[in-house]
């Protein structure tokens, strides 16, 4: 999206999909520490035949290799996770690796991302957790989205009043919440949708310059969710 001042342009895709960004997730290599794959988590390789192709987009989008990884048949060594930082939450809604606000790491995931010329993108992410992972993480972005219902982001030297509306969807996996993300400053808007199925989270983001501010968004999500569905 981009503002509708004509001094500056909200650098959202760009900032969302740039390589070694803060939102962006890197897939480590196995070490001896990432254990082998169990039966009730999808590795990354798995995640990754679940990720939705680029056909399913409007003309124009290609894929984005920056973006675009998953981490292989090993799963990544259990880790801690951190503390919730809602402080420092907000701003990384208007990135594509959303899930990072959680907090929770992962076992293992695949991504993908998907740009066009208009700097217009839809990124995809599906993560594998252990235990009651998954259900935290879906409660951890619960709250950020509701700490960050109003927050104001300077990109550019352009401040904008950012709304993020969250509403709860019924009947799409176990779990699922939708955000739209506007400011008036704003051309177009974001929508991002996150869907636990079991011990699985999906996670979208689709940011775009029309008016339906990328609502398409949770389509594609509940297509992703059926395929999960199918794999477990």
Known sequence: MVTVATTAVLPFALTACSSGDAGGKSAPSA???????????LNGTRLK????????LPKGYHADPHATRDTGK???????????????ACPKLE?????????VPSASFAQADFVNASQE????????????????????????????ASFKDTSNGTTASVKVKTTTVPKVGDQTLKAVLSAPE???????????????????????QSGDMGAAGLDLTKKIAAGVQHAK
């Open 186 to 208: 704003w051309e177009g808007g974001t929508t991002l949708v996150a869907t636990r199925v079991g011990n699985v989270v999906i996670t979208t983001f689709y940011s775009v």
């Open 121 to 148: 993108e839809f990124n995809e992410e599906v993560d594998s957790y252990r235990d009651t992972d998954a259900q935290t993480v879906m409660k951890r972005l619960e709250k950020v989205l509701t700490h960050c």
């Open 31 to 41: 070490s001896p520490k990432a254990g082998a794959p169990k039966a009730d988590l």
């Open 74 to 88: 090993a799963l990544q060594a259990p880790s801690s996770s951190k503390a919730l930082d809602l402080a420092g």
């Open 95 to 103: 990135a594509s690796a959303w899930i990072e606000t959680s907090g």
């Open 49 to 56: 035949s679940l990720l939705l192709p680029v056909g399913v």
